[in-house]
């Protein structure tokens, strides 16, 4: 709940390591409150909902871990929830960001979000090299890998020496393959990421408040509509879909 932690209600799932672990579907859950997070204040209720996963990996995934800088260089695949919180949050720190995705209308719109470059990978497969071009040939300092498999090798080859790819999504294969040469070479890192803890969260309200970052949401459906919505969900959307319980 905005402002507070949840409140406690009458559950309809007992168990807090279930939603952990399987996420919930009801209108009410009893939590301790070590698990809740003080929501943003510039952020409505719905806003604020999409920000414990999405938003929080993004956030482990260049600050708590990535060390991003300004000047840098991100590179994020695709337009959903992680992709986009990723943009925003790497253009507020002042880096530079590159976007893919097979859809050049989805690429448009990042531009009005303030994607520095944009890849069309249907028209461009193997998008390391344009990945290159697009960097003067230094490369990338931060891949945001969320499509696995063969993907990261093409993330790999387009790093910069000393740069990082955060794995966190595996569309196209849980099992990663790539070439360990331009690993070794360009003194990559590879770093595997599941979302984040408390305090990089707390960080990350604090960090939203003060450049006011507003979450993308494609959709809102109602409670009633939610089987539409995680249809919406398969389909792709560009940033979140949000299911409002009161609806």
């Known amino acids: 709940m905005k402002g507070s ?10 168990s807090a390591e279930a939603a952990r ?19 943003p204040v510039s952020l409505t209720d719905q806003e604020a909902s999409t920000l414990p ?29 992680v992709a986009l919180f990723g943009l925003q949050i790497a253009r507020a720190l002042g880096a530079r960001i590159i976007v893919t995705s097979r859809s050049a209308e989805k690429l448009e719109r990042v531009k009005a979000l303030g994607a520095w470059g944009t890849i069309d990978t249907g028209a461009t497969p193997d998008w390391s ?64 990421i599941t979302v984040g803890h ?22 809102t459906y109602g409670f009633k509509d939610a089987p539409a919505a995680f249809a919406h969900l398969d389909r792709g959307p560009f940033g979140k879909i949000v299911i409002d319980i009161r609806g």
């Open 5 to 14: 932690t949840l409140a406690n209600t009458e559950p309809y799932l007992r």
């Open 21 to 39: 672990r399987f996420g919930v579907s009801g209108k009410a859950l009893r939590l301790h409150e070590d698990i809740a997070v003080t929501a």
């Open 53 to 81: 996963v999405a938003a929080l990996t993004a956030w482990f995934a260049l600050v708590e871990t990535g060390n991003l800088q300004a000047g840098e260089t991100v590179l994020v695949q695709g337009t959903g929830g």
């Open 129 to 192: 090299g344009a990945a290159l071009e697009l960097t003067d040939g230094r490369g990338l300092d931060h891949v945001l890998e969320l499509i696995g498999g063969d993907n990261i090798g093409q993330s790999a080859a387009a790093l910069a020496s000393g740069g990082r790819i955060a794995q966190i999504g595996f569309m196209k294969g849980a099992d990663i393959v790539l070439s360990a040469v331009p690993m070794m070479l360009k003194r990559a890192v590879i770093q595997g």
């Open 198 to 219: 408390r305090r990089a969260f707390e960080d990350l309200v604090r960090f939203i408040d003060r450049h006011g970052l507003k979450p993308v949401i494609d959709q």
